[in-house]
């Protein structure tokens, strides 16, 4: 009943930033938390921010908290994740996923996810 489709990967260098969205759409919006997770070759999925509709509640893995800003924009079904200070360790693909606030950080926990989008950080 959603539908997500993240955009905004690409090539950084570290300490650069990149700025990936993701665009919701179906019904009844406002129930679902969006989470970030993402997965490198060889790793299991990660979360990575999670937001709720009023933007009330932001969470952030330890490993991004203090470089990566979750926010959305509700007038155009629009989340993004700001990726500041970037690593060669943000290498991996970023996904967009929605769940009903069962949970904030378990993968299992988000039942609509988006195809991904590639990020890759150079040293």
């Known amino acids: 009943q959603v539908q997500l489709v993240e955009s905004g990967g690409g090539l950084a260098q570290a300490g650069g930033s990149l700025r990936l969205s993701c665009a919701a759409s179906?019904?009844?919006?406002?129930?679902?938390?969006i989470g970030w997770f993402r997965q490198a070759p060889g790793k299991e999925r990660e979360f990575v921010a999670t937001?709720?509709?009023?933007?009330?509640?932001?969470y952030y893995a330890d490993s991004v908290k203090g470089r990566f800003l979750v926010s959305r924009d509700n007038a155009n079904s629009m989340v993004y994740l700001q990726m500041n200070s970037l690593k060669p360790d943000d290498t991996a693909v970023y996904y967009c996923?929605?769940?009903?606030?069962?949970?904030?950080?378990?993968?299992?926990?988000?039942?609509?996810w988006g195809q991904g989008t590639q990020v890759t950080v150079s040293s």
């Open positions: 937001i709720n509709w009023s933007g009330g509640l932001k």
């Open positions: 996923a929605a769940n009903t606030g069962m949970g904030l950080t378990s993968a299992n926990e988000y039942d609509y």
């Open positions: 179906g019904r009844f919006l406002s129930n679902y938390l």
